[in-house]
């Protein structure tokens, strides 16, 4: 589930659609959760459907380190990317705001985390990296790490409207993350290599 305070809007003609904040969401503020509703169709299950489906499910969708297909139910299907995103993923099923969001900002996350099967240009957003290849979270995991681990502590003590979609365990361990108790697990943990 995409946070609460964000909507569908219309960015322009090459983008299209996204998900733009519409009142501001601070550094640390989880932005989605993977909930009940969410759903992963395997490759064969994939391979069974018709392929007006199987193209739906190719734009819409994200493969996670188990290679299921992932599809939102909601509107975190039109988030886009960006290889400066302000949101980036966890390994614990759940995104979180990099740095603050402001009112009518787009959230953002970087594809090159979401296990793509092709590569593809990105738009020119004037950031070295110009294409997003299915292999970017082996070489930018550090770096993406990094970002999250400084936004980390910063969870427990902000409102997050998304809160009773994390399990009380999962969020215990947050909180012993953000505490510097416990170690945070690498986004490389996303990483499906196709086997």
């Given amino acids: 589930m995409i946070h609460p305070k964000t909507e569908l809007q219309f960015i322009n003609k090459e983008i299209g659609y996204g998900v733009v904040a519409t009142e ?7 932005t ?6 969410d759903r992963e169709f395997s490759p064969a299950e994939l391979e069974t459907l018709e392929p007006i489906y199987q193209s739906i499910l190719d734009t819409y969708t994200f493969r996670d380190n188990k290679g299921r297909y992932v599809l939102c139910w909601d509107n975190a299907r039109y988030v886009n990317h960006s290889f400066n995103s302000n949101c980036l993923t966890t390994a614990y099923d759940f995104e979180v705001a990099i740095r603050d969001i402001h009112v009518g900002e787009q959230l953002t996350d970087d ?4 296990n793509i099967p092709q590569p593809f240009r990105g738009i020119d957003e004037g950031t070295r990296r110009k294409i997003v290849y299915p292999d970017d979270l082996l070489k930018y995991y550090k770096v993406w790490d990094k970002k999250l681990q400084l936004v980390f502590p910063k969870i427990p003590m902000l409102d ?3 809160k009773p979609l994390i399990p ?3 969020w215990n361990l947050i909180s012993s993350i953000s505490a510097g108790e416990k170690l945070m697990d690498s986004i490389k943990n996303n990483y499906y290599n196709g086997v």
């Fill in 32 to 37: 989605w959760v993977f909930d009940k509703l």
């Fill in 160 to 162: 997050q409207p998304l």
């Fill in 168 to 170: 009380a365990n999962l």
């Fill in 111 to 114: 594809y090159g985390y979401l």
């Fill in 24 to 30: 501001f969401i601070p550094a640390g503020t989880i």
